[in-house]
């Protein structure tokens, strides 16, 4: 049986990745996360819509991802156009919280 990490209420954290690349690479790697994201919201969004449970929560992703989505694209951008390479750090933070009522867990 594999072995659960101990979770703190403080939360997990992991490093997911850390490189660095040239700009037209980070790009197409960011944006594909980014594009990901949308997606799936878009998804649930439609999901929950068809099904007329609303999807306020994923509207609302979808708003913040787009936005930024092009945040992104202009740093980036200035990136391509100056050839400099793009360092990205990612880091993950997992709390578990008690879905009765949205509680963080201790």
């Given at each position: ?14 490093s ?6 040239p ?5 197409n ?26 999807g ?14 092009h ?33 963080k867990?201790?």
């Open positions: 049986m594999e072995k659960v990490p101990n979770i703190q209420p403080a939360g997990y954290q992991v997911l990745f850390e490189m660095e690349m700009g037209a690479e980070a790009r790697v960011l944006l594909t996360l980014v594009n990901d994201r949308i997606d799936y919201h878009n998804r649930e969004h439609f999901g929950l819509t068809v099904r007329g449970k609303g306020i929560d994923h509207q609302r992703a979808i708003t913040t991802l787009t936005e930024v989505k945040e992104l694209n202009t740093v980036l951008s200035h990136a391509l156009q100056n050839g400099t390479h793009v360092k990205i750090t990612a880091n993950l933070s997992i709390d578990l919280t008690d879905e009765s009522n949205r509680k867990v201790v």
